[in-house]
């Protein structure tokens, strides 16, 4: 996979690993974007460019769609992001993308971009998932208590969702850990005690 102008350097390594082709794409962007002091900037355009695909179908389907040419799409984003609208690593990314045909993936490239430099402020995103809706209290214990498992110094970007299927108890989602401690989790565990007894 040809990267334009995106190199390795251990100086500027991205703070966590991602995976994946938008996280391979990210990581090297994060790079070359660190490297010429650019992070900021280039968050806001990717974001940008994303936040556009996102909310215009026919924006999005011309860059999705298999009949029109990759250099057409190369063509298209060159002439959008030529000038002074884009910085030339944003750029250079988009163009790239769209020449190796993954232009329609800068929406996940740009999300795990913002991970990245969510990341780097030293902010964690937590996903505290319930059978049932929390109540104030119990939103402020569960706050609590995760904090004090992140430790000091970190913001928390945290989320509260509900799904019924874990029957009750939470799963608690530190960006790519989990901790289930779910009562359908349990209940998971229970059965493999009791097959294994079984035989």
């Known amino acids: 996979m040809a990267v334009r102008s995106f190199c390795a350097d251990a100086s500027h390594v991205p703070p966590k690993k991602v995976f994946g082709t938008h996280g391979k794409y990210a990581g090297a962007l994060y790079t070359a974007a660190s490297k010429a002091r650019m992070l900021p900037k280039v968050e ?3 974001s940008a460019f994303s936040a556009v695909l996102k ?3 026919g924006f999005a389907s011309f860059f999705k769609d298999p009949t029109i040419s990759r250099g057409d799409k190369e063509r298209m984003v060159d002439s959008l992001t ?4 884009f910085s030339y690593i944003t750029q250079n990314l988009l163009v790239t993308m769209a020449a190796n045909g993954r232009i329609h993936e800068a929406g996940k490239v740009a999300d795990t971009f913002v991970e990245l430099m969510e990341a780097s402020r030293g902010s964690v995103k937590a996903t505290i998932i319930s059978a049932e809706a929390l109540n104030k209290g119990q939103s402020k214990d569960v706050q609590a208590a995760v904090m004090s498992m992140i430790g000091k110094g970190k913001n928390v970007d945290l989320t509260f969702k509900q799904d019924s299927s874990i029957m009750g108890g ?4 530190l960006d790519d850990k989990v901790l289930d401690l779910s009562i359908a989790a349990r209940v998971t565990d229970l059965n493999m005690v009791l097959e294994g007894g079984a035989e």
């Open 170 to 173: 939470l799963q608690v989602v």
């Open 82 to 85: 030529e000038g002074k609208k």
């Open 55 to 57: 909310s215009n179908e």
């Open 44 to 46: 806001v355009e990717l």
